[in-house]
Structures are given as structure tokens and as C-alpha cells.
């Protein structure tokens, strides 16, 4: 018989209730308060007493209220039907609520249990299979959507029926299969998995290699992610961290995006729902809401569902990656997670640690992180799931406990720059601050001279150093005056200006500019490069910035235009007449 | 809030603390209100049958054997069409003099809107001011505050603001603001011939500050139900949300909550979101926004409140002296609007958004030339046609003391480009220069 038990205490959404049986930790429950039943998390047990963690507001609950328990963590509920979904934190059909406003205890099924799917068998009767193993596939939006063994079932089975093709819904058995000593387990479409635990039906996990092209010029220029990396962006507010989440969101060429909006603006959330259904998905022609799932909980919704809503992100995109697809997860923001982990720490008396953050913060999120990677599939198949999160650094400062923490865990930094933002150099990832660690990576670095260009890498170093000596000169240009330093300082200087105009800034908000292929990367990067490499001949170091800024403005005019179209070779060309008015005919040697 | 027939009445406090008191009850629900001694407090702790109330206007004189009555309902506000034109305190108790708002009961604090059923906000709110409007335009269902430091005009500005958008409703929350300020608010309002749009919830300096935390709620649900009821455009104006984050700190310090940063309490994001995000745009036409203040001390916007002010809002604007024109400007740098994107060159002219950013990159040339004179060094040409231009800049747009079109806006914008650069040197797209630029000048 399941265990019962009564409130006999109320802090906020900490309720203590006395029980009269087992229970376990993260166990979930459901208070009966009034007609609804509100769902709750157990967090501690002390003697017969469960601490739970309730996920709506306890306005009006009253001791002695009665509390069912439910023998299981956590779950979501994974099978055909997720893509193109708007839930809430708990996996909640957003769309299936009445009403403008949020009911306590408004509880809809995540999936379409009434729907026919059309299925087609993979596997066949006899075959050996275990978990994970594809069984059988529907077609989802343009996915095809494997149907796998339950990730709960252990051990070796054989497949004794299968369902011819036909359409099906998704309670209905499509399979059964017998385990080792001979007993009959039916497979359906859908399966549970507790949130908190890491799918792991993969053969193995190699260190990722293969480039994840953004069309965000900063990042796959000088800061590359790679299928199955992971990053985070920290930055103060007001500095375009969520402008940036929305362009990865669009542009990134991945099978299908997963967006957790974790404690953040409604509004935000609404310009995902106003737009993507509306905009075009260039690798599939379809629709970019057809490949995206979201996870919406936003900051006025239940605090305690915030810390639920990045676990069901990641199961659901780890289920996807178990089909053999390329998933990039996407939360924003992982400092309201950990501050709402505060918020209970400290209801239940914990002793803090730093900023009153949980000493244990750093492990939660490293374990967090560590869950996204590139995997070999057992059918030798590959799949992926890239994750970046925001960090909301308190008072965009670095050193705090959250962004700390993340910097141990996550391998590529985008660190975005107030002084940037100030002066609108969008986005506003200081180049030189940030880091991709996969940069490093031989087999990276092998994989991109094959698929963009044999000189990449070096390129993107010069670049990158260019930007370094810039920045130094500047400084010498400040401290010793215009006219204390040689002409060639302000040279430097403006090339570094061109690199930072040109490449590094980008105007989300421009139909062209706001998505750059890499293979135009490259062409823009060379350009630029051979620029920084030419040397002018300045009478007076006056003439210096009036001179670039024209080339500045040349170059960023093709940056609006088409690539490679008539205008685009119109600026072109006007920019090799500006270059030889005052370039120095011979080219520096590298 | 009489006692009616009934009613159980406790005669035994158990503890008394500065802000709450502490009884054996059984049968009470959580944020549950009470009368002690007459005095309104509400439900904040249950232990088995020992609960704690923080008695809102704190616990001085209350002796242990006070009359202690459970109202069985959460805070609650009469609402229907007679709130307009009149002013009530933190509790919603009229203190115009005028009789009891005839209407239906609601809870304050209500549930959130379903984020599926939000509607992303399109509709530009004019407000005459360039700072604003051409720089940080405003929008319906947005939230914004001002970030001023104490001595600076923002309630002026904000009222000015409120009486120029064209709002259906004006809802004033007041917090910890002075008596001088409720009563400039009110004469205000009163010779605008707009009081039949306004309500205002009010606790002064006098009022004891924990009452301050009904104040929002109880605006923002009285913005609700025109939002929601009658389809209407709420402006929902919140002064001083510092002060009212000072009272949050005060009630968790008294029950004994471990302080985070700047002994701000760990949830003071969670709170203050939980405020901020009422503002919304409804299906059905209704939108509630929210304009706020919250005060600096010497500009330090790395201070808890702000600080996380600044995640929730969609922007903020910040007041500054300029002194080189001796007027106080919306700072063109540290000020944004976020849902700026979703009107300018869509709602307005096409031209808008270059021509906004290019202005405010040559007004922080000028102050990078600025910081060369500090430094001595000489000026180039360009830094001094920058400096002149800044200073045009800012007296003729980014001053607050302006009230023009905005289409009067962007034309003057491209006469001081005309006036002091070459088309380069504005870095505008070649073809709105020739659209836009050469037809002004």
C-alpha cells in the first residue's frame, strides 16, 4: 500500500509532513488541498517526518491536510509528440491549460494520448535486443522518431512480437519482449525516466571533436562549440545574453533545440511562441518551432519547479540523442536555478556556504554539465547533445559561486563585456577574454582543416592576436597621447578596430548580417586578414582614423549585403581602390 | 476588516517578537489574515498547532492575552469601476475621506498568467520625451524602472511620463514615499483633469514600512482586473521599489532567515519577479504596464536591489546631470529598453534604429574626447565636431524637458549629422542616407 501522511507544518513551500510509512528522497507526492491536488518533491526525511518541497504556492493550506505518496522520483514522460511543445517546468502541457491564468494543480498530459502515429518496425521477432535498442520508428515533424527499449530494462531480451506498420497510438503495445529468464514485458511508445538520472544507453563517450556551426561570427570564428561541447555565457544584465541564446536558437545547425527558459522573462519566452512558428528553418524548409521544444518556467512560476525544469530539458534532449540525433541544449538561466536551491537550503536550516549558496552547488553542477557530450550509440549510430547555459553573475562579478563553479564544469566561456555593451558592440563577447578549450583539441582542430580550410586555425590565432596588440596599443595610445606614439601604433590599433567592426560585431537585428555561413566566414576573415597584414603609408597620424573608418564602413556595407551578389562585389571593389591608395606595395610576410 | 458573529477568538500569544507573534491554533491556513488587537497581520509559519503572524504594522503594546481573530481568507481588495478617482492605503481602506469601494472580493497576489496565453507587446507608448522614445521606446505590457539616485526628479519624470502615454487606467503605488511626494502626485493628478483615470495605493514615510509589502499586490491587482475585466491599458506606477525591498529584508532578518548579498534575503529575486511580472499584454486587448523606481545609493547599480532589478526588467532608464548643458538627460549609455526591437522601424519610420545607434555611438566619441582633455592631450578635428555635436545632442533630444513627435526626433538627429559629419562617419547604410538624410537636410 503506498504511504499516506498529514501536513503538520508550512514554511512558504517547505511542508513538513508526518508519514506512516517508507518514503524515499526526491520522492514525489501530491498534497490534497481543497478540490486539487498540488504536486511536492521530498527533500528531507527526519524521523517520521518527510520535508517536501511544494511546486505551486501554498496560499490557504491548512495542517493536517492529507499527502499521497507516489513511490517514484521525479519522471518525464518521453515518446512521440514532444517536439514542438510548450511545457512547463514539470512537463506540463502549457497549451493544454485552461484559462489565461495558472490554476494550482492545472496538470496536463505532456503527450497526445488519443493520437494515431504511423509506425514502422525496425527491429524483427528474434532479434537480440537491450536497452536503448530501436525498435521501431514513427515519423515526428521531419524526425523519425525511434521507438526504443525502455532505458529502465536491464539486462539481454528477445524480441517474440512485433507490430507490422500501421498506425498506432502511443499506450498501445507495439512490441513484446522476453528477458533472460523468459518472462513477457509489453513495449509500448512512450516510456518514464526519473529526471535526475543520466540516460546512458550509449556505448561511449568520446571527447567531441566535430565543429557546431552557429553563424554567429565571434563564436565559430574565434570561440567554437563542437557537437556534444559545452559553454556558458556569464554577463551583467543588459548585456545581450538572451539576444544571443535566441540567434543560437535560430541559426544553429542541430536537429532539434531544446530551450529550458528557467526563472527569466515571460516576455522572452512569448517572443520564442510569437516567432518561431513564423520563421523558416533554412536546413529543413519548415518551420523553426518544428524543431524546437521549450520548457518555460518562468520567473513568477513556482520557484521549486525551476531546479525540475533544466532536468526535464536535459532527459528529454538526451532521449532525443538516443534516436542518433544532434540536440543543442539551451537554458537561461542556471543562476536562477541555483538561487532557487538557496532558497530551500536555506528554509531547511542548512548550514551556507558562500553567498548562502549550498556548499554542495559546485558538484550539482558540474554533474549537470557533464550530462550533455558526443556518444557512440550501440548501433553505431552517433548522437549529441551540445549544452550552453547563461550565468546571471550577482552584480556582474565574475568571482561568485555560480559562475565559479560553471567555469569548472562547462569547456568553452563567452564572456560577455559590459564596456562592450555600453558602446553597442554587439554581441558583446570580449574575443580576448573568452575561451574554447576545444580550439586545443587536435582532433578538432584535424576535423576543421579538412571541412572549412587547411589555414583556419592559424587564421583564427593571428586574428585573435591582432585583437591582443590592438588592445595593448591603445592603452600606450592613452596613457602617452596621439601624437607620443609612433604612426604604426595607431596603425595597429585601427586594424584591430577593423577586425573588432567586421568580424566580431554582428547586427542580430539585420536580415543578412544576423546569420553568417562559415564558408563566408572564412572568405570575410581572409579579407580582413590580408588587411592586417598590408602596410599604409600615413604622413600623419590624423589620417589614420578617417582612412579606416572608411574601410570599416565599405566592409560592413558587404556585411548587409547578399554574398557574392552584384553589391557585394560593387563594395568589394571599392574597398581594393581605397587599400591601394595608401597601401605599401609589398605584403608583409607572416 | 470587521469581526463578524462567530468568529473563534485566541486570547493566548505565546511569543512576541518585534514583527510577529506566535499562538497555539489549529484550522488556519497559510498567508491567512488575522486581527490582533485590531491590528491586520497574516499567517507566515505553521508548526503543528503553533503559528506565527507578522503583524504588519509591528507588535509594539500588543499584549499576551490580545484578541487574536482568523479572518479565513488571504488579503483581499474590493474591486469594480468606483476605484477610479480615489486613494486608499496599503490595505486598500479609502483615506480620501470618500466611503468604502462597493465591488467584488479578490485576492491579491493572484496566480500568473500562462505564458502560452501572453501576447508578445507591440504597441509604442509616445511619451514626447527623445530620451525615451527615440532611444528607449516603451511598450506596452513592458516593465521598466527608473534608477535614480535620491536626488534626482524621477517622480516628476514619472509622473510626467504616466499623464502623457495614453492609458485607459493610472494605478500610483506608493511606497515609503514622503507625504510632500503623495500630495505633489495628487495635486498633480487632480489638476491634469485626469484623477477620474487614477487610483493610488499609498503608504507614506508615516506608515509603519512592513505595511509597504501590500502596496504592489494590491496595485497590481487592481490593475488586473481592468486588464482583464474591461479590456483596458493599465499604467501601473511603483515608487520606491528600494524601499519596499528594505521591508522584505526587515521581515526575513525577524524571522531569523539567512542574509545573501547586502542582507537582501535570498528570495528577493523570486519576490520582486513575482511583482515585476505582472506586467503582460492580454489576448483580448487588455495590458498592464509597469513603470518603477527603484533608488540608487551613488549610482552603484551592483547593489543587490538593482542588481536584480535589472534581470527582471526589460530595460531601465537612467536619469543623469548633464553638465554641459546644465539639464538632466535619460543617460543614453547605461539606459535600455528592451522591447525596443519589437516597435522601432516597424511602429515608426524605417530609418529609426541606425539612426538611434549612430547618435549615441558619436555622443560617446564625444565622451572619449571629453576624457582626452581630462588627460590633456589635443584634440583631433573630428573629437571637436564630436563635442559640439554632443552638445547639441543633448539639448535638443536627450534632455527631459523635451515634447516632440518622434518622427520631429529622428529629423533632427539626421540635421546634426548633417551639421557635423560626412555620411562615413555616421556609418548609416548608404541607402537610408540617401532615402531619409539628403530629403531632411
New interface residues.
Given amino acids: 500500500m503506498a504511504t499516506t501522511g498529514k501536513v503538520?507544518?508550512?514554511?512558504s513551500n517547505l511542508v513538513?509532513v508526518k508519514v506512516n510509512g517508507p518514503v524515499s528522497q526526491n520522492e514525489i507526492c501530491y498534497i490534497d488541498h481543497e478540490a486539487v491536488k498540488l504536486m511536492a518533491e521530498v527533500i528531507r526525511i527526519g524521523s517520521e517526518n518527510a520535508y517536501i518541497q511544494v511546486f505551486e504556492?501554498?496560499?490557504?493550506?491548512?495542517?493536517?491536510t492529507p499527502v499521497e505518496f507516489t513511490g517514484h522520483m521525479l519522471e518525464a514522460i518521453l515518446g512521440p509528440g514532444i517536439l514542438s511543445k510548450?511545457f512547463d517546468g514539470l512537463q506540463h502541457d502549457?497549451?493544454k491549460?485552461e484559462?489565461?491564468?495558472?490554476?494550482?494543480g492545472d496538470y496536463t498530459h505532456p503527450l497526445e494520448v488519443d493520437k494515431n502515429w504511423s509506425f514502422k518496425p525496425l527491429a524483427k521477432v528474434g532479434d537480440e535486443v537491450e536497452t536503448g535498442s530501436w525498435l521501431g520508428e514513427v515519423t515526428e515533424n521531419w524526425i523519425a522518431h525511434k521507438i526504443m527499449v525502455p532505458f529502465t530494462s536491464k539486462g539481454d531480451f528477445k524480441v517474440t512480437k512485433i507490430v507490422a506498420s500501421g498506425d498506432y497510438k502511443i499506450e498501445d503495445t507495439i512490441a513484446v519482449l522476453e528477458d533472460a529468464e523468459g518472462n513477457n514485458h509489453p513495449v509500448s511508445m512512450i516510456q518514464k525516466w526519473p529526471v535526475k538520472v543520466p540516460i546512458k544507453t550509449y556505448k561511449n563517450k568520446p571527447r567531441p571533436a566535430k565543429f557546431l556551426e552557429t553563424g554567429i561570427r565571434v563564436i565559430d570564428s574565434f570561440t567554437p562549440i563542437v557537437e556534444g561541447g559545452t559553454g556558458f555565457i556569464p554577463g551583467?544584465?543588459?548585456t545581450g545574453k538572451t539576444v544571443l541564446q535566441h540567434a543560437l536558437s535560430k541559426q544553429a545547425d542541430a536537429d532539434m533545440i531544446v530551450v529550458a527558459a528557467c526563472?527569466e522573462?515571460?516576455?522572452e519566452?512569448?517572443?520564442i511562441?510569437?516567432e518561431f512558428p513564423e520563421l523558416d528553418d533554412p536546413r529543413t524548409g519548415r518551420k523553426l518551432m518544428e524543431r524546437t521544444t521549450i520548457i518555460?518556467n518562468?520567473?513568477?512560476?513556482p520557484?521549486a519547479a525551476r531546479e525540475a525544469s533544466v532536468y526535464t530539458a536535459m532527459t528529454i534532449a538526451e532521449y532525443y540523442r538516443s534516436m542518433g540525433l544532434k540536440i543543442l541544449l539551451l537554458a537561461d538561466s542556471t543562476s536562477?536555478w541555483a538561487?532557487?536551491l538557496?532558497?530551500m537550503s536555506?528554509r531547511m536550516e542548512e548550514l551556507?556556504g558562500p553567498?548562502?549558496f549550498p556548499m554542495d552547488l559546485p558538484a550539482i553542477i558540474s554533474n549537470f554539465y557533464s550530462r550533455a557530450g558526443f556518444v557512440n550509440l550501440k548501433n553505431g549510430e552517433t548522437g549529441s547533445v551540445t549544452f550552453i547555459g547563461t550565468v546571471?553573475p550577482?552584480?556582474?562579478?565574475l568571482k561568485e559561486p555560480v559562475t565559479e563553479a560553471t567555469k569548472k564544469a562547462a569547456r568553452c566561456f563567452y564572456a560577455l563585456s559590459q564596456n562592450r555593451a555600453?558602446?553597442?558592440r554587439y554581441p558583446a563577447i570580449d574575443a580576448v577574454e573568452s575561451y574554447s578549450k576545444y580550439l586545443e583539441y587536435p582532433e578538432y582542430i584535424d576535423y576543421v582543416s579538412k571541412a572549412i580550410s587547411p589555414n583556419w586555425v592559424d587564421n583564427i590565432l593571428q586574428a585573435r592576436n591582432s585583437l591582443v596588440r590592438g588592445r595593448e596599443t591603445y592603452e600606450q595610445i592613452?596613457i602617452l597621447?596621439?601624437?607620443g606614439v609612433p604612426i604604426e601604433y595607431h596603425e595597429i590599433f585601427w586594424k584591430s578596430e577593423v577586425i573588432d567592426f567586421v568580424i566580431l560585431q554582428q547586427d542580430a537585428?539585420d536580415k543578412i548580417d544576423a546569420s553568417t555561413p562559415i564558408n563566408r566566414q572564412q572568405y570575410m576573415l581572409e579579407k580582413v586578414l590580408t588587411i592586417n597584414n598590408t602596410r599604409f603609408n600615413f604622413e600623419h597620424f590624423?589620417e589614420v582614423?578617417?582612412y579606416f573608418?572608411?574601410i570599416?564602413?565599405v566592409l560592413?556595407?558587404m556585411n548587409?549585403s547578399e554574398f557574392e551578389s552584384e553589391q557585394f562585389k560593387k563594395f568589394e571593389k571599392e574597398l581594393e581602390e581605397i587599400i591601394n591608395e595608401k597601401a605599401v606595395v609589398e605584403t608583409e610576410q607572416l | 476588516m470587521e469581526t463578524t458573529a462567530f468568529q473563534k477568538i485566541h486570547t493566548k500569544i505565546d511569543q512576541i517578537t518585534k514583527a510577529t507573534c506566535s499562538l497555539h491554533a489549529?484550522?488556519?491556513?497559510?498567508?491567512?489574515m488575522a486581527l490582533v488587537n485590531d491590528r491586520l497581520a497574516q499567517v507566515v509559519?505553521?508548526?503543528?498547532?503553533l503559528v506565527t503572524l507578522q503583524v504588519f504594522s509591528g507588535t509594539e503594546g500588543i499584549p499576551t492575552n490580545a484578541e487574536v481573530v482568523f479572518l479565513g481568507h488571504?488579503p483581499q481588495l474590493a474591486v469594480s469601476d468606483e476605484l477610479a478617482g480615489r486613494f486608499f492605503n496599503a490595505y486598500g481602506q479609502p483615506i480620501d475621506g470618500g466611503p468604502e469601494v462597493d465591488g467584488k472580493l479578490i485576492?491579491i497576489g493572484?496566480?500568473?498568467?500562462?505564458?502560452?496565453?501572453?501576447?508578445?507587446?507591440s504597441e509604442l507608448i509616445a511619451t514626447g520625451i527623445a530620451g525615451i522614445d527615440l532611444n528607449n521606446t516603451l511598450v506596452t505590457?513592458?516593465k521598466i524602472p527608473f534608477f535614480a539616485d535620491p536626488d534626482q526628479p524621477y517622480n516628476q519624470v514619472m509622473a510626467m511620463v504616466a499623464l502623457r502615454a495614453k492609458a485607459d487606467k493610472i494605478i500610483l503605488g506608493g511606497m515609503g514615499i514622503t507625504n510632500d511626494d503623495y500630495l505633489f502626485f495628487k495635486n498633480l493628478f487632480e489638476n491634469a483633469g485626469a484623477i477620474d483615470r487614477i487610483i493610488s495605493f499609498v503608504n507614506t514615510t508615516e506608515n509603519p514600512p512592513v505595511e509597504r509589502l501590500l502596496v504592489p499586490d494590491m496595485a497590481l491587482s487592481a490593475a488586473e482586473y481592468f486588464a482583464?475585466e474591461k479590456n483596458q491599458n493599465v499604467l501601473v506606477l511603483l515608487t520606491d521599489m528600494t524601499l519596499y525591498a528594505d521591508a522584505l529584508s526587515i521581515v526575513s532578518n525577524r524571522m531569523d532567515?539567512?542574509?545573501?548579498?547586502d542582507s537582501m534575503p535570498?528570495?528577493l529575486?523570486?519576490d520582486l519577479?513575482?511583482l515585476y511580472?505582472?506586467a503582460?499584454q492580454?489576448?483580448d486587448g487588455g495590458s498592464i504596464t509597469i513603470i518603477a523606481v527603484t533608488t540608487l545609493s551613488g549610482g552603484d547599480i551592483?547593489?543587490?536591489i538593482p542588481?536584480?532589478t535589472?534581470?527582471?526588467t526589460?530595460?531601465?532608464l537612467f536619469l543623469r546631470k548633464e553638465t554641459d548643458i546644465g539639464k538632466v538627460i535619460i543617460d543614453p549609455?547605461?539606459s535600455?529598453s528592451r522591447?525596443k526591437?519589437l516597435v522601432i522601424g516597424k511602429k515608426t519610420r524605417e530609418d529609426h534604429?541606425q539612426v538611434m545607434?549612430a547618435a549615441?555611438?558619436l555622443y560617446?566619441d564625444a565622451a572619449n574626447a571629453k576624457t582626452?582633455i581630462e588627460?590633456?592631450?589635443?584634440l583631433?578635428?573630428?573629437d571637436k565636431r564630436t563635442m559640439s555635436f554632443a552638445k547639441d545632442y543633448a539639448n535638443e533630444l536627450l534632455a527631459i524637458d523635451i515634447n516632440i513627435e518622434i518622427d520631429t526626433m529622428i529629423d533632427t538627429a539626421w540635421r546634426l549629422f548633417d551639421k557635423y559629419f560626412s555620411p562615413?562617419?555616421t556609418?548609416i547604410?548608404?541607402e537610408l542616407v540617401e532615402k531619409y538624410g539628403k530629403q531632411i537636410v
Avoid at chain 1, 484559462?99 to 494550482?104: A, D, E, N, P, S
Fill in positions: 503538520v507544518g508550512i514554511i513538513v504556492s501554498t496560499r490557504g493550506l491548512k495542517t493536517g510548450n502549457l497549451d491549460m484559462g489565461v491564468f495558472l490554476q494550482k551583467p544584465f543588459g526563472g522573462r515571460a516576455n519566452v512569448v517572443e511562441f510569437a518555460a518562468t520567473s513568477n512560476m520557484v536562477r538561487q532557487a538557496r532558497e536555506n551556507p553567498d548562502a546571471s550577482a552584480g556582474g562579478n555600453d558602446s553597442k592613452n597621447g596621439d601624437d537585428f590624423e582614423n578617417p573608418k572608411k570599416i564602413n560592413k556595407q548587409y | 489549529t484550522g488556519v491556513g497559510n498567508e491567512e509559519k505553521i508548526e503543528g498547532d488571504a485576492e493572484g496566480p500568473s498568467v500562462n505564458p502560452v496565453r501572453r501576447k508578445q507587446p505590457g513592458q482583464v532567515q539567512i542574509p545573501s548579498k535570498g528570495s529575486y523570486s519577479a513575482k511580472e505582472k503582460v492580454f489576448p551592483t547593489h543587490a542588481d536584480n535589472g534581470y527582471i526589460e530595460g531601465q549609455f547605461r535600455l522591447l526591437q534604429p545607434n549615441i555611438r560617446a582626452k588627460n590633456g592631450f589635443d583631433t578635428d573630428y562615413a562617419e556609418g547604410k548608404a
